[in-house]
């Protein structure tokens, strides 16, 4: 009987690729819209990777289910808009290694990869096109299928997707969120410190390991899969 694959699952926003200025622009028009104040760039980067309205739910705590569904449409349409005029490689880019280091692990024949992000789906093939991502995953899940993170269903899936277990799966993530969901799942996982999250409120999330520069990503995961192979 084969073994069972390895398996490293990415988060896409503040991971993958840069996003933030559209997000931070996005969470403002969609505010304005429903006539509220803006909520502070920082406020808004540290509940990127929650589902829109959760996500929206813990910027304004008090606000009436119907408040937190216009938020939600405000943010939307306000994102497909610039997203349609930027186009979106550049609104949007790949971190720099990013891309190298995909290809390096895509080349493994023992490795599948899979991505969870709290993105809709509509922004998740979006971002797989315009990067020419198409054909790299195994594995593609996002907020619109399941629960928001950190609850650990869109990493189920992958395991399910790749025949993988989650003693030999990696959540790669920027937020603590994603640290949260791969723990929940049994997963080991490694935080980037280039992303929207700070390094500390990573390592108080759990992270194994937290890496600098995605040239540090094959090697963290190789140190990990041969740890929980001892």
Same mark, same amino acid.
């Given at each position: &009987?084969?073994a069972?694959?390895? $398996?490293?699952?990415?988060? =896409?926003?503040?991971?993958?690729? @840069?996003?933030?200025?559209v997000?931070?622009?996005? &969470?403002a028009? !969609?505010f304005?819209?429903?006539g =509220?104040?803006a909520?502070?760039?920082? /406020?808004? %980067?540290s509940?990127?990777?929650?589902?829109?309205?959760?996500?929206?739910?813990a910027?304004?705590? @008090?606000?009436? /289910?119907?408040?937190v569904?216009? $938020?939600?449409?405000?943010?939307?349409?306000?994102?497909?808009?610039?997203?349609?005029?930027?186009? !979106?490689e550049?609104?949007?880019? %790949?971190?720099?290694?990013?891309?190298?280091?995909?290809?390096?692990?895509?080349?493994?024949?023992?490795?599948?990869?899979?991505?969870?992000?709290?993105?809709?789906?509509?922004? $998740?093939?979006?971002?797989?096109?315009?990067?020419?991502?198409? !054909?790299?995953?195994h594995s593609?899940h996002?907020? @619109?299928?399941?629960p928001?993170?950190?609850?650990?269903?869109?990493?189920?899936?992958?395991?399910?997707?790749?025949?993988?277990?989650?003693?030999g799966?990696?959540m790669? !993530?920027?937020?603590?969120?994603?640290?949260a &969901?791969?723990?929940?799942?049994?997963?080991?996982?490694?935080?980037?410190?280039?992303?929207?999250?700070?390094?500390?409120?990573?390592?108080?999330?759990?992270?194994?390991?937290?890496?600098?520069?995605f040239? @540090?990503?094959?090697?963290?995961?190789?140190?990990?899969?041969?740890?929980?192979?001892?």
């Amino acid at each position: &009987m084969p073994a069972a694959p390895k $398996l490293a699952v990415f988060d =896409m926003d503040g991971t993958l690729i @840069d996003s933030q200025a559209v997000i931070i622009a996005a &969470m403002a028009d !969609g505010f304005a819209a429903a006539g =509220m104040p803006a909520p502070t760039p920082e /406020e808004t %980067l540290s509940i990127v990777g929650l589902s829109l309205p959760e996500a929206m739910r813990a910027l304004r705590p @008090d606000a009436p /289910e119907d408040l937190v569904a216009a $938020l939600v449409a405000g943010y939307r349409a306000a994102f497909v808009a610039m997203r349609a005029k930027s186009g !979106g490689e550049a609104q949007s880019p %790949l971190y720099p290694g990013a891309r190298a280091a995909l290809d390096l692990l895509a080349a493994r024949g023992d490795l599948r990869l899979g991505v969870a992000t709290g993105k809709a789906r509509r922004g $998740l093939d979006h971002a797989i096109d315009v990067h020419g991502l198409d !054909g790299m995953f195994h594995s593609l899940h996002c907020a @619109d299928d399941h629960p928001s993170k950190p609850h650990p269903s869109m990493l189920h899936a992958c395991l399910a997707d790749t025949g993988a277990k989650a003693s030999g799966a990696v959540m790669i !993530g920027d937020t603590e969120f994603d640290i949260a &969901m791969g723990r929940a799942a049994g997963m080991a996982t490694i935080a980037v410190a280039w992303g929207y999250h700070p390094v500390a409120r990573l390592r108080a999330a759990g992270a194994d390991v937290v890496i600098d520069r995605f040239a @540090d990503l094959a090697p963290a995961l190789d140190a990990l899969w041969a740890e929980a192979a001892r």
